[in-house]
């Protein structure tokens, strides 16, 4: 048994030792038989909610009315859910209340691939109803029980076997894969973050153009955010040389692809965090500006390092070509600029105030910005002195 389930034996014999039943549950379990490391060791439970609250001394009440308390325990936190069912499925989703059961084969029912739905004992037994293990050992993704009703109770589901498919490189089990063919548009009922949760992770993943091609053939790709009458341009720009690529340049290319006339707009729709739009949205010009023409110094000094690499990343991308080279050769032109931000000028807006004994104005902005133009150009160095004699002899209109 590997360490993450070793350190979380306590819990199980806690609850056993109380007269109920405790099992390792889910993706811990799964990415334990692929060798992949192991986080959120999730427990399964006969003991109700306020059972395992009075167990344990320190828990928080995370999503109750799913059966889940959250049990903090020598550093570590462990999702406790009691086993259910999802009986009332209702508008495509999971439903809000649930019904407990007294089962572990009742719960590992409801999961939604046969990969997700083993469990393990407290010995370290595999509990495998559904053949999950040889799901993996096939890199198969494919449901517990019928598809077509496994995606009508969740469309979600449809989304997280391509995020699967990214992270894991499985391929989809034909049925599956038909049944997410027939259920695309049911992908409409279910809230945007969630989906978006799912896509992140997709991105992340290793194979994010295997994942977007499945998107893509069973039609789910267009009845994502903003995609819709998208698809043909974006499947025309897919290429394996995504895999490459970063979350946040998979966006920038996604963005750059879909071209949507309002990239702002566009990532809203998919209720990105604000920040998360904006570098978005600042590579995403970069990017274009690139595309028009090469780098100069100050294009990449006002870009910033980390923007103009991902900008490149995205400009390769598009072209087909290994992005190695030109990303070294980027880093190497950075590293030889004079200057790399503003915060490293020998001269700032107090000391340029007391030398024309001004205060501040639209002039300062002015001229700090001509000044870092003359140290990129390599026409002044970066001293205090070298700045002042320059600016004196350029602006002695300014000096009062
Ligand atoms: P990750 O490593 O990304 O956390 P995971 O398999 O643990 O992957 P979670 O979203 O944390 O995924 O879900 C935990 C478990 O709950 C899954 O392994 C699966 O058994 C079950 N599950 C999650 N979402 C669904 C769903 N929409 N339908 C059915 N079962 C689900
Ligand atoms: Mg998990």
């Keep these: 048994m590997l360490p993450p389930f070793q350190t979380a034996l306590p819990i199980i014999r806690t609850l056993e030792d109380a007269g109920f039943k405790a099992f390792f549950v889910g993706g811990s379990i799964r990415d334990s038989l692929l060798g992949r490391p192991v986080h959120d060791v999730d427990i ?89 293990s040889e799901a993996i050992r096939m890199k198969r993704i494919e449901t517990v029980g019928s598809p077509e009703e496994r995606f009508r109770e969740d469309a979600l589901r449809m989304m997280r076997a391509a995020r699967f498919t990214s992270q894991l490189g499985f391929g989809i089990e034909p049925g599956t ?34 994942a977007l091609q499945l998107l893509q053939e069973t039609g789910l790709l267009g009845f994502l955010p903003g995609l819709c009458d998208r698809e043909a341009q974006l499947f025309s720009v897919l290429h394996p040389v995504l895999n490459e690529l ?51 110094p100050l294009m990449l000094y006002d870009a910033g390092e980390q ?24 880093r190497q032109a950075f590293q030889k600029l004079p200057v790399k931000n503003r915060s490293e000028l020998a001269i700032d807006g107090k000391k340029l105030m007391a030398l024309f004994s001004k205060k501040g104005g639209p002039w300062l902005k002015e001229m700090l910005r001509e000044i870092e133009k003359a140290l990129i150009n390599g026409e002044i160095e970066n001293q205090y002195e070298a700045i002042r004699r320059w600016v004196l002899c350029k602006y002695p209109q300014e000096k009062k």
């Design 307 to 330: 923007t103009a690499l991902d900008a490149e990343a995205v400009f390769c991308a598009f072209r087909r070509e290994n992005p190695a080279p030109r990303i070294s050769a980027l």
């Design 177 to 210: 894969k038909q049944a997410i063919k027939r259920h695309a548009p049911l992908i409409r009922h279910i809230a945007v973050e969630r989906i978006t949760q799912e896509f992140i992770k997709l991105l992340e993943g290793e194979h994010p153009y295997e």
């Design 44 to 132: 399964a439970t006969s003991a109700k909610p306020e059972e395992v609250k009075a167990l344990f001394k320190h828990t928080v009440d995370i999503g109750i009315e799913h059966g889940t308390v959250l049990v903090l325990y020598k550093g570590n936190q462990y999702e406790i859910t009691t086993f259910r069912t999802e009986s009332a499925y209702k508008d495509y989703r999971r439903p809000e209340s649930v019904e407990y059961v007294d089962s572990l084969l009742e719960d590992l029912k409801r999961r939604d691939f046969t990969m997700n739905a083993m469990a393990m004992d407290k010995n370290g037994k595999l509990i495998d109803p559904f053949r999950g």
């Design 246 to 296: 970063s979350e946040q340049q998979l966006w920038v290319y996604l963005v750059a692809a879909a071209n949507p006339e309002d990239a702002n707009a566009f990532l809203r729709k998919w209720k990105l965090p604000n920040e998360k739009r904006k570098a978005i949205v600042r590579t995403l010009s970069l990017f274009r500006m690139r595309a028009g023409r090469k780098w100069d």
